[in-house]
């Protein structure tokens, strides 16, 4: 069983910048594809961004050129920097998993999510 561990949320000013970074508790070599999802009140949940294990990112349209996602393999730890943050951008954020298994197969995992609130 895969374990993900969100930190890093907080209250910050528009304009403001967090770090938010999700642990596992097993190698990210071994998780085909980690990402960021977030889901504001009242809202579905959205994908932020994506990071495969080979390396290839995918960003939503509204972060391009604000947040990156990023991973450290020894510390098989997932970040994703916000920059120029907006209220849009408030939310809960959550860490996502996917493991490709068995004939065309998917498990997804989750973590319990950090609150991220932008505000004056």
């Known amino acids: 069983q895969v374990q993900l561990v969100e930190s890093g949320g907080g209250l910050v000013q528009p304009g403001g910048s967090l770090r938010l970074s999700c642990i596992t508790s097993?190698?990210?070599?071994?998780?085909?594809?980690m990402g960021w999802y977030r889901q504001a009140p009242g809202k579905q949940r959205e994908l932020v961004a994506t990071i495969t294990s080979g390396g290839h990112t995918d960003y939503e349209d509204s972060v391009k050129g604000r947040f990156t996602i990023s991973r450290d393999n020894a510390k098989n730890t997932v970040y994703l920097h916000m920059n120029s943050l907006k209220p849009e951008d408030t939310g809960v954020y959550y860490c996502?998993?996917?493991?490709?298994?068995?004939?065309?197969?998917?498990?997804?995992?989750w973590g319990q999510g950090t609150q991220v609130t932008v505000s004056s």
């Open positions: 996502n998993g996917r493991i490709r298994v068995g004939l065309g197969g998917e498990i997804n995992y």
């Open positions: 097993a190698s990210i070599f071994s998780i085909n594809a």
